[in-house]
């Protein structure tokens, strides 16, 4: 009777171990790649740009998180003259961005000069529910 009780505790435990395995396994394979992630957010409109104070400047534009899970999503904003030179740049995200959901980023920066002719703005990075990112 003890060897039969030693058993089945054995399988039990060997059981349960699998389980905790097969348990993790999945929810690796629910991440998404990086690639993909930045695929699900849409740039909804132009940015716009104003100098806030000496050479800073603040961008901002709407965009929305296509996705199936919540993402902290990178913003990153260039600043262009008509030669094509860069003169500015602004960085931000939007944190713990609901998937669904349309938001407005903001970002912050600098800009060597007041004459830029263009802005263009990219998804830069995406972490959380993302394979190989860490979670903030």
């Known amino acids: 009777m003890p060897r039969a009780l030693s058993n ?70 260039t600043l262009w003259d008509a030669g094509g030179n860069t003169v500015g740049t602004a960085t931000g995200k939007l944190e713990d961005w609901p998937a669904g959901h349309r938001g407005l980023y903001k970002l912050a920066g600098t800009v060597k000069s007041a004459n830029w002719a263009r802005v263009t703005v990219v998804v830069s990075n995406v972490k959380e529910h993302v394979r190989g990112q860490a979670e903030d």
């Open 8 to 77: 089945l505790t054995g399988m039990v435990l060997c059981a349960l171990g699998l389980s905790l395995i097969a348990c993790h396994h999945s929810s690796d394979t629910e991440l998404e790649t990086l690639d993909y992630a930045k695929s699900t957010i849409s740039l909804d409109g132009p940015a716009t740009v104003r100098i806030t104070g000496g050479n800073q400047i603040a961008v901002e534009g709407p965009a929305t998180n296509h996705d199936k899970f919540q993402h902290d999503v990178y913003f990153t904003a």
